[in-house]
Structure formats: C-alpha cells, structure tokens
C-alpha cells in the first residue's frame, strides 16, 4: 500500500515538474503583455486565431493566451491568476481531472482553458451543477472574455442569457441579472463560451435528435467541455 501512494505521489510531482516550464513561458509574457492598451490585448484573440487558421496549434499559443486572459482578469475583476492556477488550466486543456479545493479559485481556472479551446470558433461549454451558478459565474467571469472579444452565455431551465456589460467595477454577486441579457437557446449556444447545467446540455442534446426541422436544432457540434463537481456529475448523477 506504501509503495503504491509513493508511484501516486510521484507521479503527481513529475506532472508538476513538467508544467513548470510552461508556467515559466507563460510568466515571461506578463511584463509586455501589462503595457498594451485594451484595444492591442482585445487584438491578440484575431491574432490567435489566424495564427490557428496558419497551423499552429493550441499547445503552440497556450502561454500567450493564458497571458492574455491573466492581463484580462487582473484589467476586469481585479484577480491575477497565481501559478498553481495556470498549472490547473494547462491540466484541465489537457482533458484531464484537477483536483482544487473550495476557495482556490476554480471558476478562475476555467477561463484559461475556456479561451484557450474558444479561439478554435466552435463553441466551449462550461458543465456546472446548477442554473445559479451557471449565471452567476457568466456574470463574474464574463468581464474577462468581453475584454478579450469573445461573447459569453448562461443556459438555464427556462432561460438563457448573454452577458452584456453595463457596469464596471462592481460587485461580481450584484450583477447577476443587470448584466445578462435574455436571449434564445439557439443564441445563448452561438456564443463562444456556454455556462449550464448538465441536465439541460443533455437534455437539449437529445431535443435536438428528436426534431423534425433542422431549423429547431439549438446546439452545435459539440467540441470542448469543462465539468465542474466531475465526481458528482459523472458518477452520482450519472
């Protein structure tokens, strides 16, 4: 049993010794990336992705964009993302499982690989476990995404939104509402970066293989996900 939590442990520091190189590439970006006007860093999302239409891939970007969404936090919502939260995101670009605890800032975590994953054009779903908090966390992070031009959508049981900034610098928990625009499911699942359920993700998945017109088919392909509380969502609610 000892030997087997020390290969665990192990195993665990030689991931870690691995993403350092890359926190350092992407710390290195942090001094120039400061002195760009908000239009020059809203510019770097049209030159991720035509880099992208080129043949570099998103390994190849990820220490600028994940620059650029640290810029964008610190500009918007006042938090910079510490390094064991870049080693989170670059994990979770991975399709793998990061383990964080309460308070160690997974909803920030989330925007480096949801913009990351976003440049590709086909739309990203964050999966959470429920309809506040799937508002709630496109209301506080969406200050981010905007700032870097991407659009940003909250898919609830009976609604959906769009956040839409009319405020700045203010509290995260008072915008809500005042910051999300109704809109249709279809254009809620248009944007760049979709917050829901996963009852209603599946559930609109299987209405849209049900429809009798294309033209009441709501989702597009679907592409990268993100699934917050994955041993609930995949395990206890499976």
């Known amino acids: 049993m000892l030997g087997f939590l020390g290969k665990l442990f192990d195993s665990n520091e030689k991931v870690i010794n691995q993403l350092k190189p890359v926190v350092e590439k992407i710390n290195s970006f942090e001094p120039a990336y400061q002195k760009l006007t908000d239009n020059q860093l809203k510019e770097k999302t049209t030159e991720f992705k035509e880099r992208l239409a080129k043949g570099e891939t998103l390994d190849d970007i990820l220490p600028e964009a994940f620059a650029a ?80 031009g991407l659009k940003v959508s909250a898919i609830n049981h009976e609604a959906s939104f769009l956040f839409t900034p009319k405020k700045q610098d203010v509290d995260p928990t008072s915008i809500e509402y005042e910051n999300l625009q ?26 849209d293989n049900m429809v009798q017109n294309l033209e009441q088919v709501v989702q597009r392909d679907l592409h990268y996900a993100i699934v917050d509380e994955v041993d609930s969502i995949l395990i206890d609610e499976a």
């Open 69 to 148: 969404v640290r810029e964008a936090a610190k500009r918007t919502i006042k938090q910079r993302h510490f390094d064991v939260q870049l080693m989170g995101g670059i994990v979770l670009h991975q399709g793998k499982i990061a383990e964080m605890k309460t308070g160690e800032g997974k909803t920030l975590v989330a925007t480096l690989p949801l913009y990351l994953n976003a440049l590709e054009g086909k739309g990203v779903h964050l999966v959470t476990v429920n309809d506040y908090l799937a508002r709630r966390d496109c209301a506080w992070m969406g200050p981010i995404y905007d700032k870097l």
């Open 182 to 207: 109704p809109i249709s499911r279809k254009e809620a699942y248009a944007a760049d970066i979709t917050y829901g359920t996963n009852n209603e993700f599946g559930f609109d998945y299987l209405r």
